[in-house]
């Protein structure tokens, strides 16, 4: 390895050489609290205040066989900043970026917790779901030919280039759930269920144009990886923040739409599964709020875009929304088929597992081949609703 690892001992000295963390002075505690895929993270106490210290490891954690680069920390560095430009106070502060050893410093947000576990609790966060659409919506307009301009755009593109992250999420979310691969984990109860679903045709082309979609639509410098992990909350005062910006790139507004909506489905199925019929209606009633909050901060935002001619606002967000629906199921999907489970389906015993594993397939499955209704979420989602509540019996 070319570069060294951080460890709780070397932290303090790491923070006391870097010129940008004078401010903070010495650090008087640390604690690992790293525990997704791909990072070392760090909570340091400093006589000036909290920091989180964010060094890329070199590989998958989980598969130190797995490579990948370390430089998505320069390139999450570098997105954060100009999603704090154009979202401030829905995304963490940057205080530091170290390129030789891909390390980023941020805002301590320890009196926020992760929205999925959260959620996992049947906690309701009003407003958060609105606030991430806000945040869509800024991010959408600052960093798109909108907010830009055309040079500025093409300029900004060039810059924020992020092609082996976008490869796993082409592989992970659009490929491998479809195709039989050494990532997918599936319980023997639900293989006629993944069977039924990923071996549809109409699925497939459904997903195979949303694959291209994602590949091809550089509309905005998008978060890339919107799940309810990637979220903080705090309930006083009320706070939201999308983080884990490594994922960013060019890319279109409906896949950080549609990864929210995906995980909605997932937390619900979860609560219908235990009985939480409710809570369940809560959380899908969340997708109508992070719509509005998504399409009435972009409305608010267009009256000053950079080049007023001839494009229009109303078919912009509609495809904002037809894009959204099918990066929805596919973000759901590949939760309970491939690599990267989440919590929500994880810690539910088997036997309810199983139920919410197909529920999240059927409703999938709606959203790419069904004929739901157009234009408005509540209508979709109430019957989202319905479809993981009867396949999840
Ligand atoms: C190898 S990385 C696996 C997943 O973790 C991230 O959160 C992304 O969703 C990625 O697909
Ligand atoms: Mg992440």
């Known amino acids: 390895?070319?570069?060294?690892?951080?460890?709780?001992?070397?932290?303090?000295?790491?923070?006391a050489a870097r010129p940008a963390l004078a401010p903070f002075g010495a650090v008087t505690r640390v604690?690992?609290?790293?525990?997704?895929?791909?990072?070392?993270?760090?909570?340091?106490?400093?006589?000036?205040?909290?920091?989180?210290?964010?060094?890329?490891?070199?590989?998958v954690r989980v598969d130190p066989t797995w490579p990948i680069t370390p430089e998505r920390n320069g390139i999450e560095g570098r997105?954060?900043?100009?999603?704090?430009?154009?979202?401030?106070?829905?995304?963490?502060?940057?205080?530091?970026?170290?390129?030789?050893?891909?390390?980023i410093v941020i805002e301590d947000l320890s009196d926020h917790r992760v929205w999925r576990g959260a959620l996992n609790e049947g906690l309701r966060h009003d407003g958060v779901a609105e606030d991430l659409g806000r945040y869509v919506a800024k991010v959408a307009f600052g960093t798109s030919v909108f907010g830009l301009g055309a040079k500025g755009h093409k300029a900004a593109?060039?810059?924020?280039?992020?092609?082996?992250?976008?490869?796993?999420?082409?592989?992970?979310?659009?490929?491998?759930?479809?195709?039989?691969?050494?990532?997918?984990?599936?319980?023997?109860?639900?293989?006629?269920?993944?069977?039924?679903?990923?071996?549809?045709?109409?699925?497939?082309?459904?997903?195979?144009?949303a694959k291209l979609a994602f590949m091809t639509h550089t509309e905005a410098l998008i978060h890339g990886d919107l799940h309810t992990g990637s979220v903080l909350v705090r309930d006083e005062p009320h706070s939201a923040k999308a983080f884990d910006v490594e994922f960013a790139f060019y890319g279109p507004v409906g896949f950080d739409v549609g990864a929210l909506?995906?995980?909605?489905?997932?937390?619900?199925a979860r609560a219908l599964v235990l009985g939480e019929d409710a809570y369940a209606a809560w959380v899908l009633a969340q997708a109508a709020e992070t719509w509005q909050g998504f399409a009435e901060e972009f409305a608010a935002l267009w009256r000053g875009r950079a080049d007023p001619r001839i494009i229009d606002l109303?078919?912009?967000?509609?495809?904002v929304y037809a894009d959204a629906?099918?990066?929805?199921?596919?973000?759901?999907?590949?939760?309970?088929?491939?690599?990267s489970s989440v919590s929500d389906i994880e810690t539910l015993p088997e036997e309810l597992r199983v139920r919410a594993i197909r529920a999240v397939l059927a409703a999938a499955r709606l959203l790419l081949t069904g004929d739901p209704p157009q234009g408005e979420p509540k209508p979709l989602f109430d019957r989202v609703g319905q479809v993981l509540a009867e396949a999840g019996r």
């Not at 999603?83 to 050893?101: I, K, Q, S, T």
Request: glycine share 8%.
């Open 157 to 209: 593109l060039a810059a924020a280039a992020n092609p082996e992250l976008c490869e796993i999420t082409e592989d992970l979310v659009f490929t491998e759930p479809y195709i039989s691969h050494e990532h997918n984990r599936i319980l023997p109860a639900n293989e006629a269920d993944v069977a039924a679903y990923a071996g549809d045709p109409d699925v497939r082309a459904v997903v195979g144009a």
């Open 31 to 59: 604690r690992e609290v790293g525990d997704g895929n791909l990072n070392l993270v760090f909570v340091a106490e400093a006589e000036g205040g909290g920091l989180v210290l964010k060094q890329a490891l070199p590989y």
């Open 79 to 103: 997105a954060l900043r100009l999603h704090n430009v154009v979202a401030p106070g829905l995304v963490p502060e940057l205080y530091d970026a170290d390129a030789e050893r891909h390390v």
């Open 314 to 319: 109303d078919r912009y967000i509609a495809k």
């Open 1 to 15: 390895m070319s570069y060294e690892l951080l460890t709780v001992e070397t932290v303090p000295g790491y923070v």
């Open 261 to 268: 909506w995906g995980n909605y489905v997932l937390a619900a």
């Open 325 to 339: 629906v099918p990066f929805a199921a596919a973000k759901a999907a590949r939760r309970v088929i491939g690599f």
